[in-house]
């Protein structure tokens, strides 16, 4: 199975022991008159759910390409997704996840720090190894 | 010659017969501590002056991956560069260069409307055959 395939399936277990039921895997978005799950170059999105909290999670992998071409990606997917969620799921905030390894290595640089501030982008930061959740930076 | 290179050319040909000088044929910008030149992965910036007004170029040509994958990493760049470039190069505009054909097939959908316009990204519209900017977009 590809890393991207096994990482979803990790966090999608680190979601349910943190007490999350998954409802939609993939959440299908339509985005600039695509639907999100036939847009291959995209991550899937899944959207879950804990009593009235509703979230939506693009799971990012890094470490397939350069991290920051992988970083301009999943910036631009969330915005994207963020922008195009604010008509069709306004009730549901949308996460980041951010395998911990990636976390703690490259995301202290100042310029992703500034962006991940001024864009105002969540993050999941999950352990693909343990399959937990270590932290949620609101 | 790839069709990003040969796209790379035309802008430059564009800006030139607009009276721009070229400055820098790359500009190097160092991002995440990584020298954008040796980021394979994106798209290199190139840099003009005319008279006072100093500018950068995120040249995109569309058309090698999908539309909305090449969308993402341009718009995660864009972002990335010019929070970079409000250290290091804080007097110089940055662009996005769009063909021509890409901006009247897609660049119409509202969700993308409305990301250019929350993120404020800046366009130059080119023609790739005529090797001519078609339009200014601040």
Not at 8 to 21: C, F, M, R
Not at 22 to 48: F, Y
Not at 119 to 126: E, F, R, S, V, W
């Amino acid at each position: 199975m590809a890393k991207k395939d096994t990482f979803h399936q990790h966090v999608i277990e680190a979601l349910q022991k943190d007490n999350w039921t998954i409802t939609h895997d993939p959440l299908v978005v339509k985005v600039a008159g695509i639907e999100s799950q036939i847009d291959l170059g995209a991550e899937r999105i899944i959207a879950a759910q804990k009593g009235k909290e509703k979230i939506a999670v693009e799971i990012k992998t890094f470490g397939e390409l350069s991290f920051i071409t992988t970083f301009y990606g999943a910036i631009g997917q969330f915005i994207t997704y963020r922008t195009t969620m604010r008509v069709e799921h306004p009730d549901r905030l949308l996460f980041l996840a951010v395998p911990i390894v990636a976390y703690k290595t490259k995301f202290n640089e100042r310029v992703i720090q500034d962006i991940i501030k001024e864009q105002n982008i969540k993050l999941i930061i999950y352990d693909p190894h343990k399959k937990i959740i270590t932290q949620w930076i609101k």
